[in-house]
């Protein structure tokens, strides 16, 4: 399976791996070699964590404790519970990084460090200067968030490559209906 990384934060790119949350809810990483995966390509570690399956459902939990916390209204309080499990997360030490001879850089971490690192994504999502580009896609049944960081901050879609073509390919499908009607 192949992932997208649009959202401009490693959490938000996290949380959308579950797809079409309204509708489909389709998971994208499904078994914990996907979710390992998912790591490699984020770009967390280089190589794949070890994850087992209660590593996978750990994992799973974290998500969507994030997920609560975005939804949650704004002027409402964030539940403690889902802090303390996010603050819990993001206390652990995060992949590490080492330069060899060569000049290569290679990123390693475990299971739990590559949670750090998604954990402590979230926090900075909610950041006063990135909370205030924080949005949703505006396709049909597509719920990813993402850091809007457009000059104009007018980006509407997680991405041009499937929302914002879809909606773009709409467009033009009923403008020809309006011109022929």
Sequence with gaps: MSFEFVAGNLALDFVATVA?????????????????????????????????????REALRLRETIWRLLTTDVGVLLGERDLAVLDGYASASIPVA??????????????????????????????????????????TDCTRPFLDASRASNRRWCGMAGCGDRAKAAAYRARKRSVRG
Excluded: M, Y
């Design 20 to 56: 079409e949350r309204r509708t489909t809810a389709e998971e994208r990483v499904p078994t914990p070699a996907a979710l390992a995966q998912w790591f490699v390509d984020a770009g967390v570690v280089d190589v794949p964590p070890a994850v087992d399956a209660p590593g996978h």
């Design 98 to 139: 080492a330069l060899a001879a060569d000049r290569s850089v290679r990123t390693t971490g475990d299971l739990a460090a590559c949670l750090a690192a998604v954990a402590r994504a979230a926090i900075d999502a909610f950041r006063p200067q990135n909370i205030e580009h924080l949005k949703w896609c505006e396709g």
